[in-house]
Every structure is written in C-alpha cells, then in structure tokens.
C-alpha cells in the first residue's frame, strides 16, 4: 500500500518544498542538539584535575544533573513543532489564494476533507520531531550515564528528568 | 424541493437578510436579480451552510447537511477550483468525492469549450477560468446548481455559448439558480425571475406570466426597484447648470 501525501496535504499546494523545509528544521534542530556533547565534554573535563601530568578525579566532584547539562538543546524540535501550528494556519488560509477554493472543500461530503488536508503533514512533522526528540533525550542520557564517573554521579537522574519535562 | 423558510442573515448589526421564503422546485431555470449588496451571494451561502443564518433551509424536508450536500453545487465569481490543479485533477478530485460526477458531460463541456485539460488552471483567462467554474458545477451531479454571478468577465458570444449549452444539456430534474445582473440576456432561458432588495425578497415571478402581461423583466424590475428613469437626466442637468 502506498501512501501519496498529495492526498493529506491542500490541493495544488507545493507539498515538497514543505517536506523539504520541516526536513532541513530537524536536521538543524539534530545538529544543534549534538551541543549536549560538548557541553557534557566539558563537564566531564572539570571533575579532573592534573596532577604529575596524569589525570585525576577532583575529590568530591559531581557532575551536574543529567537535565542541566542537556540544557536546551532539545530545543529546535520545539520550535519545529510551533512552526507546524503556522503552518496548519497556512494550509487553511492557502484555500483563499488566488480563488476561494474553500467553499469547495466546505461543501464537500466528508466533513474531514478539509481538516485532514490542512492538518495531516504538520501533525505527522510534529510527531516526527517528538519521536526524534525522544530518540535523542533517550541516547544522550545514556552517554551520560557512560561517560560519567559512578563516583561523581548524583542518585536519581531518571527521576529527575521525568520531573522536569513530565511534572512527574 | 429547496424550500427556503423566513431566512435571516444579519451582519454586526446590518441586515443582509430579511426572512426571506421561496420555494425552488426541480427542473426549473431561476434567476435571482437584485442591486449590489442586495443580498444574493448571502442567499446563496445560507443556502450552502457557508453562514449561519435565522430560520429553516430544507432539501426534499432535510436541513441541508454531510448527507446531502452533494446535491448542491455552486459556481461562483470568486471561483472555488484549485488554481494549481490542471482540469484533469479537477475532474479525479470531483469523482473521489462526488459518485454522481457526471463525466461524460464534464469531457463534452470541455471539448466544446476548448478548454485545455492539462493545464493549470490558474494559466486560463478569465473567461476560461468562468467557464471552468460553470462546468464543474454543472458535472458535480447535483440537483440544485447554483450560480452566483458566474459570467462576470466573459465576452458576450461567450455567455451566449454557455446559455445555449445551459439549455440543451440540463435535465428535467435539475434547477439552476442564476444570480446575475444580465436581465435582458438570462431572459430568454430563465423560467421564473426572483427580485431581491436590501435582503428581501420583493419580486417572484413565472416568465408565463410575465409575458402573459406584455411586459418584459427590465419593465417589472424597474417598476419593482421603483427605477426613476429622469433621474439621470436630472443629475446631468444638475451638474452642468451654470451657477
């Protein structure tokens, strides 16, 4: 079964050019979230110290939680996903360029024509952007996990990071 | 039947609509005549559930919805075709959503028009892109066509093409409504004329009849609008009197 997205997005619309923007969104979005590791690389370098030029724990160190060395760096899948809400206002607002094709799409018998052809591909972007977002949150938080010293971690970061985005 | 029951539209205040009642049988032409802001297009988009509006609009004793709105059509001056899509496009987005799409008469209409089907809409001229309009309303498969002001911008050997085409190719059980301005031209396929003022309905009247009187439509629409003939002559009198 083939899916044509032609028939989820306004009629005529250059759909394409549309992919290809929310495409490049989260892959800017992806590669400003790859910050986490330097700012994770850098943390880790501050629990060390050097001492007859080898490298040495700090006595009592701690590496920050898990959240605050993520800082926003997931922030550019937020910001794709508003552009979505503008971009559901463009598809319904499309209908009343160059002609008011919207009184065909309101006329028609299915009542979710239209709904499902202003929303469909800023949803599906949405959801995208969460699942990457999430992907990435999953995978940074196990390099940090790998990275850091046992000894310098504080106890409950799962928990906290569940607290912070969930309120949980 | 279209049965259209003490409709009212009021827009902030200014009424658009005034309890207007009219009744539109099947297999009838019927053209709706009225000044600018008269109160047409309101008529017409109540009638589609564009507004919401006072009163009752019933199809066959149906509020007109979902269920049956594919027995409306609807051509209109601002065009409601998708100007990216080529004809062809039109005609597989009509058949997916209207099963009664009428193809054969969507292929003839285009032909006889010589209307390109592989070409975006939006590269037609006006007169193409009006005719497009017509046609798609005429091949939906609708019962009641309505047309609001559909020939605006077309030549005059155009509009009489389309109300030759208008003629021959309806079918008993199909009613247009022709909101439009061109009395003298719509006379001759019109079967019944509805006059329109400031939202009421003032004037609903069989062509029978009116022949039957002696008088022509400009005559009962004059006479309707109370028309006054020397108003011109008296406004020119007025602004070239020498002070």
Not at chain 1, 10 to 28: A, N, S, T, V
Not at chain 1, 107 to 132: H, Q, Y
Not at chain 2, 111 to 135: D, M, W, Y
Request: net charge neutral.
């Amino acid at each position: 079964m083939t899916v044509k997205i032609g028939d989820y997005t306004p009629m005529g619309i250059d759909y394409r050019q549309e992919m290809k923007w929310i495409c490049i969104g989260l892959c800017i979005s992806t590669l400003y979230s790859f910050g986490f590791l330097f700012s994770l690389s850098n943390y880790y370098h501050a629990l060390f110290t050097t001492i007859n030029q080898k490298r040495v724990l700090i006595k009592g160190a701690f590496m920050p939680d898990f959240v605050e060395v993520l800082g926003q760096h997931l922030i550019g899948f937020f910001i794709v996903s508003l552009c979505m809400i503008a971009l559901v206002i463009y598809h319904y607002f499309y209908h009343y360029q160059d002609s008011k094709s919207i009184y065909l799409m309101r006329r028609l018998p299915n009542r979710w024509a239209l709904l499902k052809r202003c929303v469909s591909l800023p949803l599906f972007s949405v959801l995208t952007a969460i699942l990457m977002a999430l992907f990435l949150l999953l995978f940074y938080f196990g390099i940090y996990f790998w990275v850091t010293p046992e000894a310098c971690m504080t106890p409950n970061q799962w928990h906290k990071l569940w607290h912070i985005y969930l309120g949980v | 039947m279209l049965e259209i029951n003490d409709v009212s539209k009021n827009y902030k205040g200014y009424r658009a609509l005034k309890q207007a009642t009219l009744t539109l049988p099947r297999g009838e032409i019927i053209g709706l005549f009225g000044e600018n802001g008269a109160g047409k297009t309101t008529l017409m988009k109540c009638i589609l559930g564009f507004l919401n509006y006072k009163g009752q609009i019933t199809l066959d004793g149906h509020p007109i919805s979902r269920k049956n709105i594919a027995r409306l059509s609807f051509a209109t001056c601002e065009h409601s075709f998708f100007p990216n899509l080529t004809a062809s496009a039109h005609k597989a987005f009509y058949e997916l959503h209207f099963p009664t799409f009428r193809e054969k008469r969507f292929n003839g209409l285009m032909t006889f028009f010589e209307l390109p089907t592989h070409k975006a809409i939006r590269h037609f001229s006006v007169g193409q892109k009006n005719q497009f309009e017509v046609i798609l309303a005429l091949c939906q498969g609708a019962d009641y066509i309505l047309m609001d002001e559909p020939f605006a911008g077309n030549d005059v050997f155009n509009r009489a093409d389309f109300y030759k085409v208008l003629l021959g190719i309806l079918e008993p059980t199909e009613t247009v409504l022709l909101s439009t301005h061109l009395l003298e031209e719509v006379e001759q396929i019109i079967g019944r004329a509805i006059l329109i003022r400031k939202g009421e309905i003032v004037g609903d009247i069989s062509i029978e009849a009116l022949e039957d009187s002696g008088k022509t439509l400009i005559d009962i629409v004059k006479e309707t609008y109370q028309y006054k003939s020397d108003r011109v002559v008296k406004a020119l009198s007025d602004l070239t009197d020498e002070r």
